[in-house]
């Protein structure tokens, strides 16, 4: 599973935001371009767990802590159709890929960022892991 989607990787996933969970709803409105932002393989389990950020053509909102995307990542991501693009770092969700109603496993990536950019958005995740906050557990 690692293999096929590595760190960094952009796939089409339906994202479910904060305030959708909040709302007690269980499925995200469309399927949006995600990043792959951490793939952890659990051999022992036979599980992959994934960190799945959101990708958006619209600007966060004052709540919402996001990255801009620059050019290139945006080209590199397969993400060309977006003017700008930012990366959400405040909220993620959860989900193993093996076990998930969510992912599509047999899906083509569209892309995925290049090293330097997923430090930057590795940085800006770690405090929001840190607390263990901004977490949307899509294993239900």
């Known amino acids: 599973m690692t293999d096929r989607f590595p760190n960094g990787t952009i796939v089409s996933y339906p994202y479910l935001w904060r305030w959708q969970a909040d709302e007690r709803r269980d499925h995200g409105e469309k399927d949006r371009p995600v990043c792959l932002a951490l793939t952890v393989a659990d051999p022992r389990q036979n599980i992959t767990h994934l960190v799945i950020l959101p990708i958006s053509g619209t600007p966060p909102r004052a709540d919402q802590t996001a990255l801009e995307i620059p050019d ?7 993400l ?3 003017k700008r693009g930012w990366i959400t770092v405040s909220e993620y969700n959860y989900d193993i890929a093996e076990r998930s109603f969510h992912f599509e496993p047999t899906q083509t990536p569209r892309g995925r960022f290049g090293p330097r ?3 930057d958005i590795r940085q800006a995740l770690r405090p929001v892991l840190a607390a263990h906050r901004g977490r949307v557990d899509r294993t239900r």
């Open 80 to 82: 060309s159709v977006f």
């Open 117 to 119: 950019f997923l430090d």
């Open 72 to 78: 290139l990542e945006l080209r590199r991501a397969g």
